[in-house]
């Protein structure tokens, strides 16, 4: 599966955004798909992710609360809907998905075999 993520831009403090992950080559609903999010100088890191089969959802602490991920089986896609954003936000965010990843790797960068690019949220202050 191939992964396109879009929709990153930049934003003021307590605004929204929508990022969208499209795929194609197969059908995103046969995959778990997680996003994460790397900042300049840091390490990327899980911020949500939702499963193939129940559609149950995960967040980091940190966007909890703030931030929804979601799916559209008939576009074909994955979205996560930000909102609340703060200055600590800024970072490339990536989409990842995969076949078969277990419940404790859900948040791991390892357990993620396809990658898209990354868009650009940037939130001032």
């Known amino acids: 599966v191939q992964l396109q993520a879009c929709g990153g831009g930049l934003v003021q403090a307590g605004d929204s955004l929508r990022l969208s992950c499209a795929a194609s080559g197969r059908p995103l609903s046969s995959y778990t798909v997680g996003w994460f999010r790397q900042a300049p100088g840091k390490e990327r890191e899980f911020v949500a992710a939702?499963?193939?089969?129940?559609?149950?959802?995960y967040y980091a602490d940190s966007v909890k609360g703030r931030f929804t991920i979601s799916r559209d089986n008939a576009k074909n896609a994955v979205y996560l809907q930000m909102n609340s954003l703060r200055p600590e936000d800024t970072a490339d965010y990536y989409c990842?998905?995969?076949?078969?990843?277990?419940?404790?790797?859900?948040?791991?960068?390892?357990?993620?075999?396809?990658w898209g690019q990354g868009t650009l949220v940037t939130v001032s202050s």
């Open positions: 939702i499963r193939r089969s129940q559609g149950s959802t």
């Open positions: 990842a998905a995969d076949l078969q990843i277990i419940l404790s790797a859900i948040r791991d960068i390892r357990g993620y075999g396809y």
